[in-house]
């Protein structure tokens, strides 16, 4: 119990955390969610005594809760550096809260013009992957490129298929940052080629902006994707931002309240953006807490965190490469620019229980698996190993948990684990 008390961790150069980061826990586990930023609690603990229902009450709570609401969305809008009207001649980009990066790219698939065509590289996330196979899909074909050999063979490879694609309205989609090798992918020049053939691009950046500042202007990117809890701020929240045109064409998303403005007996007449897609009682809490994330996180923030984070990333990664039988999965090579995440196998220990003995042996949380990205994950493992255990950085992490982490896998690799563990699909250690 006294190792679950929560303290405050203050980073040395970094951005102070709350809840559950506690001083024998080293969190590795970043990528999947991370912690609460404490600007991000101080900001749900305002508003929680205000929260109502939004754009429906003219009662007091329900006015500090519109009103916070809104702020919430131009506050990830700046974050993104979404199109104002006057950039693009007339159409500002749409901000519409969702629940997550998955519920924006699903979103997006119901909205895509009729005979679209997309295509997405087989390393993306599921969130991104498979969407635009799914029956509610608009998608009209959906092109699944072979993983790249290189960032400059993912352009071309996009160009190519793209130019190839049927006449008509064209979408590629493509993670700015993998979750499973923290590898940066080429955004500006996919965005480049696609504008180029005529196409539009939607940007999966969930694992992208807790790193480096992203934005839709700066990049060209059509649409771009997070999740609120990648973020630090906690579940529930997420944004699907970019061009107005096909979300205000589409049907909404979710048939409800808010998504309507006139209903008859026989008729109804939808709201426009960015109500349009988001009915039912929103999540004004989620979007407060992301935005105050958003905040937190200004462009010089993030690129201090990032200098801090390619230090330790770098001390982690030497560290692992000189233990024997430790592999790093790379799709472009060590050399490429990554955030700060890496996924590695050792030899002769299987990954749930490399991931097993560092929790309860070491209080290093880790995550073992294939990372919901079955066909890159499952590519780069080398031969013998079915899974892979992800190490991934953020605000909290010390040097101390990296040397930490470090140690313990040698630990590991020199004697192996000390406990037997039964809920590693009996694999256990020779
Ligand atoms: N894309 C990427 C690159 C991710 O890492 C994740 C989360 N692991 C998602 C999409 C899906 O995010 P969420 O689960 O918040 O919808």
Known sequence: AAARECSIVTAEGGVPLVTGEYAEYANFDYAASAPCLTSVAEALSEALPFYASVHRGAGHHSQVSTDAYERARRSVARFLGVRTQADQ????????????????????ARAVPEGCTVVVFESEHHASLLPWEHPASRAAKVVRLPLPESPEAAVGAARAALAEAPEGPRLLCVTAASNVTGEIWPVEELVEAAHAEGARV?????QYVPHLPFSLTGTGADYVALSGHKLYAPFGSGVLAGRADWLREATPYLAGGGATRKVTEHDVVWNDLPARHEAGSPNVLGAVALAAACETFTNRT?????????????????????????????????????????????????????????????GIGVR??????????????????TQAVRASLGVGTTEEHVDRLVGAVADLVARGPRWEYADCDGRLAP
């Open 89 to 108: 001649g007339g159409s500002a980009d749409a901000v519409v809260f969702v629940r997550g990066t998955t519920d924006a790219v699903n979103l997006l």
């Open 202 to 206: 939607l940007v999966d950046a969930a």
């Open 368 to 385: 073992d698996g294939l990372f919901c990205a079955h066909p890159l994950t499952g590519h780069l493992l080398p031969e013998g190993h």
């Open 302 to 362: 993030l690129s201090l965190q990032h200098i801090r984070e390619a230090a330790l990333l770098e001390r982690l990664r030497a560290g692992l490469a000189e233990i024997d039988g430790v592999h790093e999965l790379t799709l472009w090579g060590a050399e490429h620019a990554r955030v700060g995440i890496v996924s590695f196998v050792v030899d002769g220990l299987p990954a749930d229980l490399l991931a097993s003995a560092l929790s309860a042996e070491y």
